[in-house]
């Protein structure tokens, strides 16, 4: 596409072939332009510059890439995160994990608050917010991750402690009161990893590259080590798939939890299972 072509036409030329709002999205990045400037000034054209980045943006998302990574930011919780490949894009189901994170922490005067996994950070960031007197650690395996979620809580204000490392492998002896995590929890070989622009997001962050593995290898990781790292009293909240929240029941109650329940997504969906320890507890058995 050659230079001085008007973004009224390119706009709707291009919504034949990729979603209308993501051709409107990906026109306003590239012309600097919100929505109205573009509806109140169609005539305006490309420069020669714009037309060549217009294109490759247009290419890798006709090639199935992610809207979020080409704009390079996402909403989650009513605010907006920086994201990247290096990053799961932010789920509306995950929302379900923030709310039950709140409603238990807002009944402690200054909660010790862990997300293990924390990724582009907004687990850990909107909790921060909604709690502005807990005591926030965020825990990644991914050194390029924690550098985005640092952004993140900058950009929000958001005073959080990151620790690199291998779920509660930097955390040394610390206990909390309150255990949060969306963990890899996809089997390998589900059919969704090859669409929805899943193949564009990290895998690390969506399997635990186990092969044939159920999903739940990292899940079973986390609560067999949560009884070390959990306060008398203190909760496990874990996101999970669609079809895991009887088989995390179980891990839970094997590992000394009680009041074990799940909590439900937009969809009806059990999308996040959790439990309370009720006393400390040795290191508990890992389970399948």
């Known amino acids: 596409m050659a230079g001085g072509e008007q973004i009224g036409a390119i706009w709707r030329r291009t919504s034949a072939l990729i979603d209308r709002l993501d051709a409107r999205l990906l026109l306003q990045q590239v012309c600097g332009c919100t929505y109205a400037e573009l509806i109140a000034h169609p005539e305006r054209t490309l420069t020669a510059a714009q037309c060549v980045e217009f294109d490759a943006l247009m290419a890798r998302r006709v090639a199935g890439e992610p809207l979020a990574y080409l704009l390079g930011s996402a909403f989650f919780a009513g605010l907006e995160f920086a994201v990247s490949p290096d990053v799961l894009i932010p789920r509306p189901e995950t929302e379900v994990l923030v709310g039950e994170a709140q409603r238990l922490a807002r009944n402690l005067d200054a909660p010790r608050i862990v997300d293990l996994g924390t990724g582009a950070g907004i687990v850990a960031i909107v909790l921060a917010r909604l709690c502005p007197s807990a005591q926030v ?8 991750a924690l550098a985005i979620a640092r952004a993140n809580a900058a950009r929000h204000g958001a005073t959080i402690r990151f620790l690199h490392g291998d779920w509660y492998e930097p955390l040394g002896e610390e206990r909390f009161d309150l255990i949060v995590s969306n963990p890899p929890y996809v089997a390998d070989g589900d059919p969704h990893l090859r669409r929805d622009g899943l193949p564009f997001e990290p895998q690390i962050a969506l399997t635990d590259g186990i092969a044939g593995g159920d999903g739940l290898a990292c899940i079973r990781r986390i609560v067999a080590a949560a009884a070390e790292h959990l306060l008398p009293g203190g909760w496990l909240l874990i996101e999970h798939g669609y079809d895991q929240a009887v088989e995390v029941s179980i891990l839970l109650s094997r590992a000394g939890f009680s009041e074990i329940g799940s909590w439900r997504d937009s969809a009806a969906i059990a ?13 508990a058995t890992l389970v399948s």
């Open 271 to 283: 999308r996040v299972t959790g439990g309370v320890l009720t006393a400390a507890t040795g290191r």
């Open 137 to 144: 650690t965020a825990v990644d395996l991914s050194s390029a």
